[in-house]
């Protein structure tokens, strides 16, 4: 029971974590002078609710996650959540850490929701990153190992947390504002995403160093499936690049891109689940 619902607030923080970082990039573009004249108010009021529900989740997960580990740790049913020794004992480990970090992301995202500039930003994602740092297998990684994942996570929540807005994007402004930041989303990403799949590769071999025994085993069945879907999701975003966004401005252009941006979305969320199943019910 407890490691099941441990899945489901793992999940959730991911959701979370994805939803604040792409809302808060949204956010910061949306007040300088070449994008505050053009969205609408529309698009920003969807921005800025999108980034106050992934606070509010994030609040919610990063509190209920760590109760639950407290409970399955004590072993006592719903009255081991309650337990003093081991709440103690979990606090000062590195769960206790992380629960900090994500304690100290919500403080910085709430500032940031009500004062948008780019120190803010730094500090949440410095503290979103030190959240990741002290449990699992990146505890025990190296400081320069430790950099290369934060950065992976970053961009992967980056990337996933955009789709959202970038699908509002879509259907709220205008075809010829749209297709302009589409090309320039399409080219940053072209050069982000070979560092995302470099650092997850460096990652699988630290965990695993390629031995035979655990890529053929249920945890590298599965990290198997995620990178089907990484790679899905790749050959899609291709697809926008080369195809959809040049023939945004065309009949049903618009409605393409949106359809095809939602399949995106679906393919994040089944590699967010996936990624939320390794870390907590299945290990190497």
């Excluded at 940053?188 to 799949?197: D, E, K, R, V, W």
């Excluded at 997850?200 to 499936?225: C, D, H, P, R």
């Excluded at 959809?244 to 979305?265: C, N, R, W, Y």
Aim: proline share 2%; hydrophobic share 55%; glycine share 8%.
């Amino acid at each position: 029971m407890w490691e099941s619902i441990s899945l489901i607030f793992r999940l959730a923080l991911y959701l979370a974590l994805s939803g604040l970082v792409g809302s808060a990039f949204g956010l910061l573009l949306s007040q300088t002078s070449s994008f505050k004249k053009t969205l609408s108010t529309h698009f920003i009021k969807c921005l800025k609710s999108y980034f106050l529900i992934s606070l509010l989740v994030l609040l919610f997960a990063s509190l209920g996650f760590f109760w639950v580990r407290v409970g399955a740790f004590a072993e006592e049913g719903l009255a081991g959540l309650f337990d003093p020794l081991m709440i103690s004992i979990l606090y000062d480990s590195g769960l206790g850490m992380a629960l900090n970090y994500g304690l100290l992301t919500c403080f910085f995202a709430a500032l940031y929701y009500l004062f948008i500039n780019r120190i803010l930003l730094v500090c949440m994602l410095a503290s979103i990153s030190l959240s990741f740092a002290f449990t699992g297998h990146i505890a025990e990684l190296g400081l320069i190992e430790k950099g290369i994942l934060s950065l992976h996570i970053l961009i992967a929540f980056l990337w996933l947390g955009s789709l959202y807005p970038l699908w509002c994007l879509v259907n709220l402004e205008k075809a010829h504002f749209v297709e302009g930041l589409l090309e320039r989303f399409g080219y940053y990403a072209s050069f982000i995403m070979p560092f995302l799949l470099l650092a997850g590769v460096t990652l699988v071999y630290v965990i695993t160093g390629f031995q035979l025994e655990l890529l053929i085993s249920n945890w590298g069945a599965a990290l198997a499936i995620k990178l089907v879907l990484v790679l899905a999701i790749l050959a899609l975003a291709a697809w926008h690049k080369f195809k959809l966004v040049p023939d945004f401005q065309t009949k049903h252009g618009t409605k393409k891109m949106a359809s095809s941006l939602k399949i995106e979305i679906y393919l994040g969320l089944g590699i967010l689940s996936l990624s939320a199943f390794l870390s907590t019910l299945i290990s190497p």
